[in-house]
């Protein structure tokens, strides 16, 4: 399995960001999908995940009411959608493909088995 990431950039604060993850190889549709970032001088952490289907979705509190993961099964591609980005949200962010279909433990960093390269996201204030 395969993912690339493309769609990161610049904004300023207030501003939106949309995010892609191609995915080639593998079982696309049978697998959860998640979003992770990684900011300077920090720890990698979860932000959005997607289960198989698309019916649940998980996000961290920070994002909540900002970020809106989904996924399009038919193009092999998972989406981010950033609105009302802040400065806090300046990250490398990466795709991730898990082990399962759904269900909490996709907030896990250790339940995902592939990874995309990452794009990198720069909020300005």
């Known amino acids: 399995v395969q993912l690339q990431a493309s769609g990161g950039g610049s904004v300023q604060a207030g501003g939106s960001l949309r995010l892609a993850c191609a995915a080639s190889?593998?079982?696309?549709?049978?697998?959860?999908m998640g979003w992770f970032r990684q900011g300077p001088g920090k720890e990698r952490e979860f932000v959005a995940a997607i289960s198989w289907s698309g019916t649940f979705t998980y996000y961290a509190d920070s994002v909540k009411g900002r970020f809106t993961i989904s996924r399009d099964n038919a193009k092999n591609t998972v989406y981010l959608q950033m609105n009302s980005l802040k400065p806090e949200d300046t990250a490398v962010y990466s795709c991730?493909?898990?082990?399962?279909?759904?269900?909490?433990?996709?907030?896990?960093?250790?339940?995902?088995?592939?990874w995309g390269q990452g794009t990198q996201v720069t909020v300005s204030s």
């Open positions: 190889g593998g079982t696309f549709s049978s697998y959860g």
């Open positions: 991730a493909q898990s082990s399962t279909s759904s269900g909490s433990s996709m907030l896990q960093e250790r339940q995902y088995s592939y």
